[in-house]
């Protein structure tokens, strides 16, 4: 259903419960619950504001389900992370998430039969076909069997030539775990070449260092991958891709991996991406993919020289922004996340107020909002972005923007001019993902002291908060077998998890304008990060649509 023309967006009024109360809207990065020891970095962190609203459970402070099929994953072994989980919060509703929709159209072989995959088919003939992309089993933003199938599934259709240019991650899994995939990716182009498709990797680098920035925090992160993927250059040159890979990481983790590139007997990059080549961004999430689409489609670019830029086919995994139509041709049309929670909200008068910091900005705007970029109505809504640390790993300044950003909320809230505001604290995640403990304990520590900021605004003004999550990382920083004890690597160090998990997340409600009576329910113990957008309309005065996942509140009669 589109989200204008005959939809209407007009919401029923609460029968219990009041319009116009200011509420706020918190959502801590990567803060899940998990039993209490010394890699709970929420638990060994002084958080006695987080800590003072778990005494009101069960009626003001619950669990709720955020990874798996909660939030549209493919299976129950899926952690969560920021795209399932803002959509999820946003839109009131489960979609068949993008990693889900891919593995589809690869098994029903629909993929090969869309408009994306017949407008790259046309190159290859002649031309490359380059696949960059995330390379892991991960499931977040990508995933290597995917990328395996479509190999299969290209050179089966007459891919001559296949270029893949990796990124390494260590974010989403292991630490060190890229060797095992580049082996495995190597072995499958080896196959391919006996049946030979001269496929190889042609690039590679971490993820966090090469392409896969995002809301425009560092274009030099893209501007290497261009480097290396399109015009074949790159500060180190490698005859192979699994020497190069255990060679680099002997000063760098596989995060952040410096820009390689894979050269013949004459030194010469093997697969720069060229006039007449196809190009395909095989990441299905959206947010770390913009900004080289951008650069792979945009005529007009002026964030960084791109010297060259090559006449290609380019498409998507997926379009990655609905609003932008970017990119304009793709694989697999995204999930149809339209009647965001924001969207009828706006409608009916609620004036919103949403903030981050740039890496978790897109999280509280454009992911919230059903992957759709901009406001629904400049009048009624403001979207502030503080600019957060560029060039560093955030264990370095673990309390990262988490004091303005409550400082900015507080503000808004006292304003008067908003009747919600909704942040995102990314501490908990950010630097969760680094897998430093120490600096992670300081992290959530400091969420926690801009969680307080905000209730304490809250409190002055009479309004309500709902403080939640969207998915755990910070609650569990060590990968464990399955009786939950640490596990070692084979030098019998402990293996850090950098990655998010699955774990539940908290969230509670609470403020001097939440009317007498309000609790959860207890007849929906399943509730998931899709249900909290039911609980904040009901907040704002308002029924959700019918189709929306059901509210975790009632009314009690006192
Ligand atoms: O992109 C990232 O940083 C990680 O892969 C996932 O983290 P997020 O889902 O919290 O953004
Ligand atoms: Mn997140
Ligand atoms: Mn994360």
Redesign the pocket.
Known sequence: MASSGQVSFKLEDHPKLPKGKRIAVVVL??WGEYKPDQYNCIHVAQTPTMDSLKQGAPDRWRLIRAHGNAVGLPTEDDMG???V?HNALGAGRIFAQGAKLVDLALASGKIYDGEGFKYISESFEKGTLHLIGLLSD?G??SRLDQLQLLLKGASERGAKRICVHVLTDG??VLDGSSVGFVEILENDLAKLREKGVDARIASGGGRMYVTMD?YENDWDVVKRGWDAQVLGEAPHKFKNAIEAVKKLRENANDQYLPPFVIVDDNNKAVGPIVDGDAVVTINFRA??MVMLAKALEYQDFNKFDRVRVPKIRYAGMLQYDGELKLPSRYLVSPPEIDRTSGEYLVHNGVRTFACSETVKFG?VTFFWNGNRSGYFNPQMEEYVEIPSDVGITFNVQPKMKALEIGEKARDAILSGKFDQVRVNIPNG?MVG?TGDIEATVVACKAADEAVKMILDAIEQVGGIYIVTA??G?AEDMVKRNKSGEPLLDKNGDLQILTS?TCQPVPIAIGGPGLAPGVRFRSDAPNGGLANVAATVMNLHGFVAPNDYETTLIEVADN
Request: aromatic share 0%; net charge negative.
């Open positions: 990065d990567g992370n920021s795209e989980g991960g977040v933003h974010r989403d995002r947010d770390r999280h995640d993902h969207d998915h990382n998010h």
